[in-house]
């Protein structure tokens, strides 16, 4: 019976601290090997994004491990990285440095959901892993639309919120051993923390974004895109 009812229960979002500014915090996610997801994003965000030079707003760049693995692919790219957690920004600008990408990634510590960018100045906004951190996520697609170019593309990717207690479980139990117990605690806090894919298409309608696929890209991730085009 404590099983059905598991199953049964519809899961409430839950929020998490919007910025992640703790020290310890920072570290143990830095620590994730998260490079065959990232890898992937990046791959997924090139095919999109713009064939020649473009400039790239990277929203809750964390680490900064994605812009970097991007610019090393397409060396013609520039990346405004921002994210408000001031240890996040500490440990991605020692990555750039020791990547020598200081002259294609400028990191700033920005607030995504108030964006100090002009109107229409990015080829393409990506953003990875954000999404659930916001409190109200439709100030930030806001402000993507407004200062994204009319033909710019989007990557987005996130978690998203299980139906069940069951299915929680089950996915935060499928995480390996080489996570410890406190990574697994981000993992399941964050899961809580994210939103259906209902609620992302809900969204991205509300704001006004036109010609976004959003689609399930695995067992726990959703992913929003649009390609970028000639006008």
């Given at each position: 019976?404590?099983g059905?009812?598991?199953?049964?229960?519809?899961?409430?979002?839950?929020?998490?601290?919007?910025?992640?500014?703790?020290?310890?915090?920072?570290i143990?996610?830095?620590a994730?090997?998260?490079?065959?997801?990232?890898?992937?994003?990046?791959?997924?965000?090139?095919?999109?994004?713009?064939?020649?030079?473009?400039l790239?707003l990277?929203?809750?760049?964390?680490?900064?491990?994605?812009?970097?693995?991007?610019?090393?692919?397409?060396p013609?790219?520039?990346?405004?990285?921002?994210?408000?957690?001031?240890?996040?920004l500490?440990?991605?600008?020692?990555?750039?440095?020791?990547?020598?990408?200081?002259?294609?990634?400028?990191?700033?510590?920005?607030?995504?959901?108030n964006?100090?960018?002009?109107?229409?100045?990015?080829?393409?906004?990506?953003?990875?892993?954000?999404?659930?951190?916001?409190?109200d996520?439709l100030?930030?697609f806001?402000?993507?639309?407004?200062?994204?170019?009319p033909?710019?593309?989007?990557?987005?990717?996130?978690?998203f919120r299980?139906a069940?207690?069951?299915?929680?479980n089950?996915l935060?139990?499928?995480?390996?051993?080489?996570?410890?117990?406190?990574?697994?605690k981000?993992?399941?806090?964050?899961?809580?923390?994210?939103?259906?894919?209902d609620?992302v298409?809900?969204?991205?309608?509300?704001?006004g974004?036109?010609?976004?696929?959003?689609?399930?890209?695995?067992?726990?991730?959703?992913t929003?895109?649009?390609?970028?085009h000639?006008?």
């Amino acid at each position: 019976m404590r099983g059905m009812r598991e199953r049964l229960m519809t899961i409430e979002r839950v929020l998490e601290p919007e910025i992640m500014d703790s020290l310890e915090e920072a570290i143990e996610y830095d620590a994730m090997d998260f490079i065959e997801v990232n890898t992937a994003f990046v791959e997924g965000a090139i095919a999109l994004g713009p064939k020649e030079q473009g400039l790239i707003l990277d929203a809750g760049t964390g680490p900064a491990r994605i812009p970097i693995l991007l610019c090393q692919m397409r060396p013609q790219s520039q990346v405004i990285a921002i994210d408000l957690a001031q240890s996040m920004l500490r440990i991605a600008l020692q990555h750039i440095q020791q990547a020598g990408l200081q002259q294609q990634i400028r990191l700033e510590s920005v607030d995504a959901k108030n964006l100090p960018y002009q109107d229409e100045q990015f080829d393409m906004v990506i953003s990875n892993s954000l999404i659930h951190h916001l409190s109200d996520p439709l100030l930030f697609f806001s402000e993507l639309k407004r200062v994204l170019k009319p033909n710019g593309s989007i990557f987005i990717r996130d978690l998203f919120r299980p139906a069940d207690e069951t299915t929680m479980n089950a996915l935060v139990n499928s995480v390996g051993a080489e996570y410890n117990a406190y990574q697994k605690k981000l993992f399941r806090d964050s899961l809580h923390a994210a939103l259906t894919l209902d609620e992302v298409n809900q969204l991205i309608s509300q704001v006004g974004l036109e010609a976004v696929k959003v689609y399930q890209s695995s067992d726990c991730h959703w992913t929003a895109e649009r390609a970028w085009h000639n006008e």
